[in-house]
């Protein structure tokens, strides 16, 4: 299931955290009744300008909260405009976070990421199905442990989801997915 | 006529020399509530909103301040500025303004030779409606294009709400001009507790041994009152702003002031007569019909 959050309801020239405090209880009751794999967009066509105050209280909160109150969603922004795009990638930045921007069908991801932990993202969206360490490792020619780390990084982080599967072995492994 | 040494003969006031005016006449360390501007035949918008913290802030025990100021377009432009209006509650000028010709000049709001004239911002409530109008001023009456238009105003942004964020009792002033559509000039002024005690009251900070330190650490990414991961980055991206904009900064708090000018990214301080609360001069070469 995917939920869409209409950003631009709340205006075109979103200043202050204030606001932004007003506005995270209704993306916060969305993402409650989210299941884990399951996606919440935030829509931002339409809106002109926020603040790095308003991004911060926003984006940056909500994406704290992803791995500790709802682990497994994904929180993802669409149509940002270059300008926006700019601004809400530098509050990521300042910040340490990474958010996944849906253009299309196209994922990529906004913040500071070590390119290696971005190749590991776009291996698994090119995947297109939940792969293992082990599979991603041979793929990328990355040491196990090492790929281990990269995974667990970008879990932490909300980009990737962890679910249990079962080997053709039979033995228990963990599977790595985005979001479909 | 031999002018007293309080007086500031042909002085230009603005956000530098506002500290000579301090230092000469200090009612903060005085009983003398009185900032004499004779003599001074120009005022910026960062002085003005200066002038109207510092008198807030003398007026916090209930008396009134005097300012006295002899000069007619001085006058005029005080009166046209906004400022008579919104220090009315706790100044006394010094000769008398005309109601008359307050009630003139308040009939001409917007028509002023400031862009937006001397506002003051008692909650944070205010500054959505404040920061609509610097870009409506911006894009409309400036011609900016609406990207440098919402950097100004994220500038604002971040400056007036440091402000509300982190004083309970103090209020904010804001002003803005342009001159010979060359440059713009913001001033953003309060009287709240400053940076030093708003960083020292988190103990995550690194000690805050001065003004200078409070400044210089307020301006870096992530120090804040608050150990919250998301604050912390007003002053910072203020800073960035003006950098892309090729503008320059002055942040003053307490005893000391630093500016920055972005031809060259370092910080330049100075030690100050100290003065309560935070005030910040940001001025940019105007980008008129561009």
Known sequence: ?180 | MKLPDTSLSKLKLDAVTFDTLLKRQNPFQSANRTFDLTGVHFIAPSALVQLAAACYCLGRDGRQTTIAVDDDDVRSYLLRSGFVQVVQPVVRFQPRMSSLRMRTFGDMKGTNPLLIEVTRVQSGAELPDLLDRVVRVLRYRLRYKKYDAFDIAIAVSEICQNTFDHNTHACGFFAMQVYQKRFLEIGVADYGDGLAATLRRNPNNSPVASDMEAIYHATRLGTSEFSDRTRGAGLFHLLEIAYKHEGSVQIRSGAATMRFRMDKKQGWNFPVISMPGVQIAFTLPTKVGA
């Open chain 1, 1 to 180: 299931m995917e939920k869409r959050f209409l950003l631009r309801e709340h205006g075109k020239q979103l200043w202050t955290r204030e606001k932004a405090k007003e506005i995270r209880p209704q993306l916060q009751g969305m993402l409650q009744v989210l299941n884990a794999g399951e996606t919440l967009v935030i829509d931002v066509k339409g809106v002109e300008v926020f603040d790095y105050s308003f991004a911060n209280e926003f984006f940056a909160k909500t994406l704290l909260s992803i791995p500790v109150d709802y682990p497994g969603r994904f929180l993802v922004v669409e149509n940002l405009s270059t300008y926006t795009r700019e601004n809400l990638e530098k509050t990521l930045e300042s910040v340490g976070l990474v958010m996944i921007e849906r253009k299309g069908k196209t994922l990529h991801l906004l913040g500071k990421l070590h390119p290696a932990d971005q190749l590991t993202f776009d291996a698994i969206v090119r995947a297109k199905e939940p792969i293992t360490a082990a599979e991603l490792s041979s793929q990328l020619d990355v040491h196990l442990t090492a790929m281990n780390e990269r995974l667990s990084k970008l879990a932490k982080l909300g980009l990737v989801r962890r679910e249990k599967g079962t080997s053709p072995a039979g033995r228990e492994q963990y599977l790595y997915a985005v979001l479909a």
